[in-house]
């Protein structure tokens, strides 16, 4: 398969006072199109920056960054800006949603920044909302949903512009176990269906259900590990 993405050399040291914090110290990885990939790591072990960096939201202090052939270094904030909407999509823990918007009025945002028209964007946004299980949910606001349901209506958001890449941060952390299991096997459907998914956790069993992972400590990439072989029942 062909390389999506390639870091080499990347660092990122932040500035406190007079004070340089290295966080992270030299990554070079490689993840290609269709993974399925699981980033871990302690608290403070530099896998959120490094998945900030992947998602076009935070810059490397040095270091290259090429994401579907294109050099991301050097590109404009806009240019980072135009990248982040259109090909990658997000999911974070708390879901993020707004709470006095519906369902699908959440699902509609990305497209409003694309420039889609309202008939196009409630199209596209009830077709992602019933590939998540939720087509009999649209008129809900997250008030009127189940943790999982809410999470479910963020993965939606994700896909709706239709991204090559989906980075998920920590996304069955505040799901008790089963909803978790339910929304995991969610993720890996997206997976064959082509898209590659990149989830950032500390859950050994939640990475365990990836096909790749890689782990984080102290700012430097660690040896692979490869995820054991775990049954997950449908949702």
């Known amino acids: 398969m ?30 290609a199109e269709g993974d399925y990939v699981a980033i871990m790591g302690a608290s403070g072990s530099g896998k959120s920056t490094l998945m ?9 202090s040095t270091g290259h960054y090429v994401l579907e052939g294109r050099n991301l270094t ?5 240019g980072l800006a ?18 006095r918007s519906t ?29 998540v299980g939720l087509g009999n949910r649209l008129s ?14 963020a993965i939606a958001r994700a896909l709706v512009n239709r991204p090559a890449l989906v980075l998920a941060d920590e996304p069955t952390g505040a799901l008790d176990t089963q909803t978790s299991h339910e929304v995991m096997a969610l993720f890996t ?21 990836t096909h790749r992972i890689i782990q984080v400590q102290d700012g430097l990439l660690q040896r692979e590990k490869a995820p054991r072989t775990t049954s997950i029942r449908p949702d």
């Open 2 to 31: 062909a390389a999506m993405i390639w870091l080499e050399g990347i660092r990122k040291i932040y500035c406190l006072g007079e004070v340089d914090v290295p966080v992270l110290k030299g990554i070079d990885l490689t993840i």
């Open 52 to 60: 900030n960096i992947i998602g076009c939201l935070d810059r490397p």
């Open 74 to 78: 050097t590109l404009s904030h806009e």
């Open 82 to 99: 135009y990248i982040r909407n259109q090909r990658i999509g997000f999911v974070f823990q708390q879901f993020n949603l707004l709470p």
């Open 103 to 131: 369902a699908l009025e959440n699902v509609m945002l990305p497209l409003v920044y694309a420039g889609a028209t309202r008939r196009q964007r409630r199209q596209q946004a009830a077709r992602v909302l019933t590939q």
């Open 140 to 153: 809900n606001r997250p008030s009127q949903l189940s943790g999982g349901q809410q999470q479910r209506v």
């Open 189 to 209: 459907e997206l997976n064959r269906q082509g898209i590659t998914v990149i989830i950032v956790t500390h859950e050994p069993d939640i990475a365990a259900q």
